[in-house]
Every structure is written in structure tokens, then in C-alpha cells.
Nanobody, 124 residues
Framework: QVQLVESGGGLVQAGGSLRLSCAAS????????MGWFRQAPGKEREFVAS????????RYTDSVKGRFTISRDNAENTVYLQMNSLKPEDTAVYYC?????????????????WGHGTQVTVSS
């Protein structure tokens, strides 16, 4: 089992920045590909970004490329999502997830463990 706890969400004006953190415990953090997903009201949960076990590979959904950066600190068992130039359409609950897949994935169904989420609200 892996336990994931997100933090860092909040209310920010359009154009602002937030940094989300996800602290992991329970198993060897570096054995997992990590991802961030988000879910807006009335919409399905969608992929945002992912990072490979060692941090050497990353993926982003097109709408956040150039604005969001995913990173991880395996010594601290933490994955981050730096979000810059935020837009109202980024408003959602953001979830951290861990996958046992060997490489990297953006597929929701390939993630094995999930956090409870943190709310991000971007005002216009």
C-alpha cells in the first residue's frame, strides 16, 4: 500500500502560481511512476502530468505544457506540480497518483494508488 497526501491548493487569481505537493508513505517511493490528475465539477477526471521513477521522463497534457512543471524528490518521498500562468479553466480538484508501471504513463487506469485531492480555484 502507498498512502498519498496532497497539499498546496487554494484560491489564486488568473495569471498567478501555485505549487502542489504530494507526500508518499508506505512503500519505496522510487518504485512508482507518479502522476497528477484533475477533475472539474461535472467533468471526468483527466490527466495533467506524470514523471518516471527516476524523474528523467515527464509527460504533460497539451493544455498545461509550458505552464506546469512536474518534479519529484525521491529522498523526500514527494512529488510536486508547479503551476504558473494559471487560468480559470485550471480550476479543479487535483489528485496525486502512483503507478507500478515500469516506465511512464498518462493512463488513469494504470494508476494504483490515489490521494484524496486538493482544490485549486482560479478566479478571473
Amino acid at each position: 500500500q502507498v498512502q498519498l497526501v496532497e497539499s498546496g491548493g487554494g484560491l489564486v487569481q488568473a495569471g498567478g502560481s501555485l505549487r502542489l505537493s504530494c507526500a508518499a508513505s508506505g512503500r519505496t517511493f522510487s518504485n512508482y511512476c507518479m502522476g497528477w490528475f484533475r477533475q472539474a465539477p461535472g467533468k471526468e477526471r483527466e490527466f495533467v502530468a506524470s514523471i518516471s521513477r527516476g524523474g528523467g521522463s515527464t509527460r504533460y497534457t497539451d493544455s498545461v505544457k509550458g505552464r506546469f512543471t512536474i518534479s519529484r524528490d525521491n529522498a523526500e518521498n514527494t512529488v510536486y506540480l508547479q503551476m504558473n500562468s494559471l487560468k480559470p479553466e485550471d480550476t479543479a480538484v487535483y489528485y496525486c497518483a502512483a503507478s507500478r508501471i515500469v516506465s511512464i504513463t498518462s493512463t488513469l487506469g494504470q494508476y494504483d494508488y490515489w490521494g484524496h485531492g486538493t482544490q485549486v480555484t482560479v478566479s478571473s
